[in-house]
């Protein structure tokens, strides 16, 4: 989509135009003799000519999504490639991110394409996994000569129109055709129509509802038509197809990137008033203008509550402005910008530990603002309710980090409504509830009653956190007595 503020107002034609192929301060791909490089095709042609496992933007169970380690951890597993999802910095470096917004992955605000590669990489990840500060988004280069050197497949996501020229001139340098077994097909563009494209077709996803961690359903899409598999988790695939996993790697695939010095944090006086400057949060922009300053002021509200988060204590002051703006979340006709605010200084008051953060979660998740009226966009055919998603979805991956009966009572309470029930208030979120339910209350009740839910999709969350404890008594004896068969998913170390 297209973002109207300055942070987000890349002009797209010149964009596209300066489009880099290669990722700065890279060194190029190691040279293959003629040997080297036809044992290489071969390899990949065996990968494409029998059923193959692609990982859903990495392995994202071992790193975070669309890092190199992802990536890598795919191959290790015994699967057989990954899908990529590409987008472009604004001085025209191919990367590989999927969100359109930075703020649910990242301490950022705006898209990759407001940003420089080198301001990029500045921005510290939300949850970054076990590989910490080397956590960090790849350019594509790099993903490609990740794969180039495991004879891995590959499936382009790419996010934005007008990037197939650059992909192109990579495949070429890198002599990579056929490494790419899927494209969408909404910006391809000149890769479609290339002739060394020969892409495969899926038997089947099984990422959507978890059902790759169950055998039954890994059984049933191998017999299907089509070529490979797309999942998120590829155990259960590889062990269907005899393969064996792991150990995954503990090092940090990605090269290490010169720090950049953050900006200076503002004082918490500035920061509240920043936060109490919002006389304008139910103004409805309506010109394009307009719309271009309501979202500059709501992503300056929006960032005062995330460097607010931070701090190690707050005035009664800084936690009633923040709870006035959960409350009274900025109304805009553009998702990107509308609530926004709110939905930062929910997470602020749910990591700072605020008394009033759990009951505040549950007002913001069930709420269906008659006000939003206004800002429904017609175009999405989604219920009233669901206009205020972005405030929504920061509950659960927040309240993660809150224990106590309160955040496991509001999880239990989400998990009991009925599909309908969800529907009506937001986007279902049967899965981030069962993560954050199991992560606050990590014992081997808690994970009976998931492994037990109605829910695939709950379920196959439930196996996998029991899989990431599986060193811990109570993830294994889960497993042991409600999941057995998934034991058989944890790698070799």
Not at 110 to 132: A, H, I, K, M, T
Request: proline share 5%; glycine share 6%.
């Amino acid at each position: 989509m297209r973002h109207s503020s300055h942070l987000l107002a890349a002009v797209w034609l010149i964009l596209c135009s300066s489009v880099r192929a290669s990722e700065p301060s890279q060194d190029s791909a190691p040279p293959e003799s003629a040997s080297e490089r036809a044992s290489r095709h071969e390899r990949v042609f065996q990968r494409k000519k029998a059923p193959h496992i692609i990982c859903h933007r990495g392995a994202s169970e071992f790193a975070h999504e669309n890092t190199l380690e992802a990536y890598r951890a795919t191959f290790e597993l015994g699967a057989d490639g990954n899908e990529v999802d590409i987008r472009i910095t604004n001085d025209g470096v191919l990367v590989c991110f999927h969100d359109d917004m930075l703020d649910q992955l990242l301490e950022a605000f705006g898209d990759v394409s407001d940003y420089s590669w080198e301001e990029l990489q500045r921005f510290p990840f939300r949850n970054p996994g076990p590989f910490g500060k080397a956590c960090r988004i790849p350019t594509l280069a790099e993903v490609l000569k990740l794969h180039r050197r495991y004879d891995g497949l590959l499936h382009l996501d790419i996010k934005r129109p007008g990037l197939d020229e650059a992909i192109k001139k990579l495949l070429d340098e890198l002599d990579m055709w056929d490494h790419v077994a899927y494209c969408n097909m909404d910006h391809g563009g000149v890769l479609l129509k290339d002739q060394r494209l020969k892409l495969c077709r899926y038997k089947g996803g099984l990422y959507v509802d978890h059902a790759e961690v169950f055998p039954a359903a890994n059984a049933d899409a191998l017999q299907m038509p089509g070529d490979g598999l797309i999942v998120d988790d590829p155990r259960g695939a590889a062990l269907a197809l005899g393969r064996k996993l792991g150990p995954v790697s503990k090092d940090a695939a990605s090269a290490k990137v010169a720090s950049i010095p953050s900006p200076s944090a503002a004082s918490e006086a500035m920061l509240l008033a920043t936060l109490q400057n919002r006389q304008d949060w139910n103004v409805i922009a309506q010109t394009e203008e307009e719309q271009r300053r309501s979202g500059l002021k709501i992503i300056t509200r929006a960032r005062a509550a995330d460097q607010l988060a931070k701090q190690p204590s707050v005035s009664p002051d800084v936690f009633q402005a923040l709870e006035d703006q959960v409350r009274n979340r900025s109304l805009h006709k553009q998702w990107q910008f509308h609530g926004l605010d709110g939905a930062m200084s929910l997470r602020a008051l749910v990591l700072l530990h605020a008394p009033q953060a759990v009951e505040l979660a549950r007002f913001a998740l069930w709420r269906n603002d008659p006000a939003l009226e206004p800002v429904v966009d017609p175009r999405f055919k989604n219920p009233r309710a669901w206009t205020d998603f972005r405030v929504k979805m920061v509950v659960f991956p927040a309240l993660a980090k809150l224990s106590g009966e309160a955040t496991e009572k509001l999880c239990r309470d989400y998990l009991a409504l009925s599909d309908e029930e969800a529907k009506t208030i937001g986007p279902p979120l049967f899965e981030q509830a069962a993560r954050a339910l199991l992560t606050v209350s990590s014992n081997e009740k808690t994970a009976a009653e998931l492994l037990h839910h109605r829910l695939q999709v709950v379920r196959g969350r439930a196996i996998l956190i029991c899989l990431q404890h599986g060193a811990e008594p109570w993830a294994r004896e889960g497993l042991s007595k409600h999941a057995r068969h998934a034991l058989a998913y944890i790698p070799a170390r």
